[in-house]
């Protein structure tokens, strides 16, 4: 069932945790669900465990690995793909996606995430929300269950808002240590991230948005009273049909646009 990557060091500062259990990886793939005229991007394709399988069954993939020493190793195992397979040496967290969309098909996204980039990284790709058809990651499962909670639940918080203002969330199945080669130690999870064609909800401004939903979590166990205390007023605040002594996780995503709105019609 294991098979030991071999000829290559895991590198801690890449977060490299390679993919070893076939049965999980199968099943990743049937989550994925590659179809011949898709264009996938994997993030951080490593040794290949995802990539040879999603070679077999999408149209075209290309692949960003920030390990240089990975890159001919990539090039040389995939050589027969090489038509429909681009391996870019680059930061996942730099890269242009767009450049990447030459035709019409919106981008499939995947990747078993280095887990220490991960967050940052998926608020950098909900900026290419119109160029991605969907998204499935491989994430700490804290990280997983942050994005898809709602309000009200321990998780909540500005990564579940701004995921959900963009994308349905899915949380797909768990993934344990002994899937990885080295083991880490945290369990994982498989999420689906799939961009609303239109958004349910739409704030004037997503900036003020985002800086609304970040001053509101400052302190998750102060009141939006307190939190918010600088931006808005608790007689605004119930203006609008907020509680000022509410915490700020029970607050809906329309109820911060609410707010948010609020604040661009002050300003105007
Ligand atoms: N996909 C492989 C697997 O499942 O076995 C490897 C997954 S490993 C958890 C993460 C991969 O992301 C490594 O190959 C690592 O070198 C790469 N990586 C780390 N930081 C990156 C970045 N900023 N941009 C692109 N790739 C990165």
Redesign the pocket.
């Known amino acids: 069932m294991s098979k030991k990557p071999v000829g290559h060091k895991a ?1 801690k500062r ?7 259990d076939q049965g999980i990886i199968h099943r990743i793939i049937r989550a994925i669900s590659p179809h011949p005229t898709d264009h996938l991007v ?10 040879e399988e999603i070679l077999n069954a999408a149209g075209d993939l290309d692949a ?4 240089r020493d ?1 890159v001919p190793i990539l090039r040389t195992k995939f050589f027969n793909y090489a038509e429909h397979f681009r391996v870019h040496q ?4 730099k ?1 242009d996606y767009t450049s990447l969309c030459d035709d019409q098909r919106p981008l499939r996204i995947v ?5 220490n ?1 991960s967050t940052q ?1 998926i608020f950098h790709l909900l900026s290419y929300n119109k160029q991605i058809a969907d998204m499935h990651f ?1 994430l700490q499962k804290e990280v997983v269950e942050r994005l898809a909670a709602k309000a009200g639940e321990k998780h909540y918080g500005r990564l579940s808002l701004m995921a959900q203002y963009y994308c349905q969330v899915e949380n797909l199945f768990l993934v344990p240590p002994e899937a ?1 080669n080295p083991v880490p130690k945290v369990d994982s999870a498989i999420v689906r991230l799939t961009p609303h064609k239109q958004l349910p909800f739409v704030a004037r401004d997503v900036d003020q948005l985002q800086s609304v939903v970040k001053t509101a979590f400052n302190q998750r166990r102060k009141t939006l009273r307190n939190n918010l205390k600088e931006l808005i007023s608790a007689e605004a605040l119930e203006s609008l049909e907020i509680n000022p002594g509410e915490r700020p996780e029970r607050l809906t995503l329309q109820e911060f646009i609410r707010i948010s709105d609020f604040l661009c019609e002050q300003e105007k």
Do not use: K, V, W
């Open positions: 590198r890449f977060g490299q945790n390679f993919l070893q994997e993030i951080g394709p490593g040794l290949g465990a995802l990539t960003i690995e920030l390990d990975l680059a930061d996942a967290m890269f990747g078993n995430l280095p887990y980039i990284l491989m990885f």
